[in-house]
């Protein structure tokens, strides 16, 4: 490992780690120490004590900020923050679903009274989405006490399911809250976004601030609109190269992950920037922010841009304002990737950051395919999954399940033509393929559920999904074995039976 020193005026302190590609595992690594951050643990940047002197006349030094750090300050009426202040949040969206929301609610009653109203009722967002489609009583139950509280507070956003014979007969109901939140213009940059549930940082894709809380911070919240939060200090990832045809962002994140590993980033903000980044779309940019969690992330962002405001035109009449990251704001670290050069990945049972690349798992054989999750499960995931089956012109050798993330997710495979395809549908492609029919929208077996979740995991089984985490039990039965990888990969798996590189097939 060589060792240099980085010039006073840098822009970052901490590790920096240049990550080349001609090896998956073994990657070529320079790191860089700035002379005036050389201890091995900072947990703030400050300067030591000056002697006392006239202010000077020629106008303030300008406080580099990193996105996260701006967001932050102007979310707590601070012109200027530093990594480990703690300081009291104003919060622009607080959202809760079904598994989440009844405790949330518990707390909030008990600490502001049974009668007390929500801080407002506009910024409020209720999703059922995780354990919907089942007979379970208790889960059932769930949703009834969030459609009950909604009612009482007049919540203007509450995505509600009565008939679970047809989703299709809910208008209101929309799936999986990380993705019905995008999709229904709650995600806007330069806001704080608060959610129960730890994937809440995919909407840092729209340059915002959002992370997971707790049930008794979501209650506090609720009450108040405020939170004690610590400002992270902010890694950067810069990814840079042309996208090869064969890798999605899932890939992208998951080679990341690997490196750093799942305590990599353990309160730290992730922010990508680079030009691979700035050529994903907005459904790939969530898969980037969606996995952050994965690495002990606090929240993960990506500069705003054109991409991010096309997206959202006639999603939301608020007024937003992008941030970004400052020249001269700190970084704790900072890692650079030759994009180009990379490989498609998996990570192997039972760990995101047990690394593989896809190609040295072929001997693995499966026995399904899932492809869902508001990591994988959105519209171009879908996408990407059909253009594998299209490419081939083969069926499946295992069981490959399907679950839209939302209802409109849904209707896009059935209305949408695969480019290339001759105007076909990814339903009609799947169909021809031989995979399970598109399910009914929401979270699905992704993390278990009841024993009658769709495509749950009852019995010791190897599967390839595009979810996010493969701890033992996470998908049902504790010790099936769970390959996360890219709807590339998960679809030439599905055709194979085996864990395959999707480039057999590309």
């Not at 002379?35 to 947990?43: A, G, I």
């Not at 909604?150 to 209101?172: G, M, R």
């Not at 959610?195 to 911070?217: K, L, M, W």
Request: with cysteine; hydrophobic share 35%; charged share 25%.
């Amino acid at each position: 490992m060589a060792t240099t020193v980085v010039p006073p005026h840098a822009a970052f302190f901490g590790a920096k780690k240049e990550i080349g590609a001609r090896s998956s595992f073994s990657p070529s690594i320079s790191a860089h120490r700035c002379r005036k951050h050389s201890l091995n643990k900072v947990l703030a940047v400050m300067a030591p004590a000056q002697p006392s002197r006239a202010p000077a006349t020629t106008g303030s030094v300008k406080h580099g900020m990193t996105m996260t750090e701006k967001i932050l300050a102007k979310s707590s009426d601070k012109s200027k923050l530093e990594p480990g202040e703690n300081i009291w949040v104003n919060i622009d969206v607080l959202m809760t679903h079904d598994v989440c929301g009844p405790g949330t609610i518990g707390i909030f009653k008990k600490e502001f009274g049974k009668n007390a109203k929500v801080w407002d009722r506009e910024k409020i967002v209720i999703i059922p989405d995780h354990y919907i489609f089942t007979s379970d009583e208790r889960a059932n139950r769930n949703v009834d006490i969030i459609r009950d509280f909604a009612l009482e507070q007049n919540i203007k956003y509450f995505y509600d399911i009565k008939d679970l014979s047809n989703f299709k007969v809910n208008p209101d109901y929309k799936g999986v809250c990380h993705i019905a939140l995008a999709q229904e213009g709650h995600c806007r940059p330069g806001e704080v976004l608060l959610g129960t549930d730890s994937h809440t940082c995919n909407a840092g894709a729209f340059g915002q601030f959002a992370t997971g809380i707790g049930n008794t911070d979501a209650g506090f919240v609720m009450g108040t609109g405020k939170l004690l939060l610590k400002v992270p200090p902010t890694m950067r990832f810069v990814l840079d190269g042309e996208m090869p045809h064969y890798l999605l962002a899932k890939d992208l994140i998951l080679q990341i992950i690997g490196e750093i590993t799942v305590a990599g980033a353990t309160y730290k903000s992730m922010e990508f920037v680079g030009s691979t980044v700035e050529s994903l779309n907005m459904e790939e940019r969530m898969t980037l922010c969606n996995m952050v969690v994965e690495a002990g992330g606090k929240n993960g962002v990506v500069p705003p841009d054109e991409t991010t405001f096309k997206y959202l035109e006639g999603k939301t009449s608020v007024n937003y304002e992008p941030v970004y990251s400052d020249e001269s704001a700190k970084f704790i670290s900072e890692y650079r990737f030759d994009v180009s050069k990379l490989e498609p990945v998996v990570a192997k049972p039972h760990s995101p950051d047990n690394r593989a690349l896809a190609r040295e798992c072929k001997d693995v054989k499966i026995d399904r395919v899932y492809i869902g999750s508001c990591t994988g499960g959105k519209t171009e995931d879908f996408m990407a999954a059909a253009k594998v089956f299209l490419a081939s012109g083969k069926k499946v050798k295992v069981p490959t399940f399907l679950v839209p993330a939302t209802q409109k997710v849904w209707i896009d495979l059935y209305s949408l033509p695969v480019p290339g395809s001759g105007g076909k549908t990814c339903s009609q492609i799947f169909e021809e393929a031989g995979c399970d029919t598109p399910a009914s929208p929401s979270c699905g077996a992704c993390l278990g559920g009841p024993r009658d979740t769709y495509a749950r995991m009852n019995e010791p089984m190897v599967c390839v999904s595009t979810t996010n985490r493969n701890f033992p039990g996470r998908m049902g039965h504790k010790e099936g074995q769970i390959y996360l990888a890219s709807p590339y990969t998960a679809a030439a798996s599905a055709l194979t039976g085996y864990v395959t590189d999707p480039r057999e097939f590309l």
